[in-house]
């Protein structure tokens, strides 16, 4: 099974940026589309941002125009670019990979172990 491992969480004033990665563990990472989900405890997950292997992506409403998702296949990578955070995007991160090539939703592959970002005023 495909492991990924995030990492770039942490603490940041609100209004600042973080920037979180998921590397995949194999070469046909570029065939999966893949995403980010949020959880804050005793919350549902919550979708963040996807992309597709063709690098169509798509955002949840919350986060648009602040958040950008990004992947870089020659590295087996997904990047998300977190600028003007708010104490509200407090959560933990996960990073998934979906099935195939679109990001069809609880079409999962597999799901990163989550990394801490923490958000404060």
């Known amino acids: 099974q495909v492991q990924l491992v995030e990492s770039g969480g942490g603490l940041v004033q609100s209004g600042g940026s973080l920037r979180l990665s998921c590397a995949a563990s194999?070469?046909?990472?570029?065939?999966?589309?893949m995403g980010w989900y949020r959880q804050v405890p005793g919350k549902q997950r919550e979708l963040v941002a996807t992309?597709?292997?063709?690098?169509?992506?798509n955002y949840a409403d919350s986060v648009k125009g602040r958040f950008t998702i990004s992947r870089d296949n020659a590295k087996n990578t997904v990047y998300l670019q977190m600028n003007s955070l708010k104490t509200e995007d407090t959560a933990v991160y996960y990073c998934?990979?979906?099935?195939?090539?679109?990001?069809?939703?609880?079409?999962?592959?597999?799901w990163g172990q989550g990394t801490q970002v923490t958000v404060s005023s």
């Open positions: 998934v990979q979906y099935s195939g090539s679109y990001a069809v939703e609880h079409s999962f592959r597999s």
């Open positions: 992309i597709t292997s063709g690098e169509r992506t």
């Open positions: 194999e070469i046909t990472f570029s065939m999966y589309a």
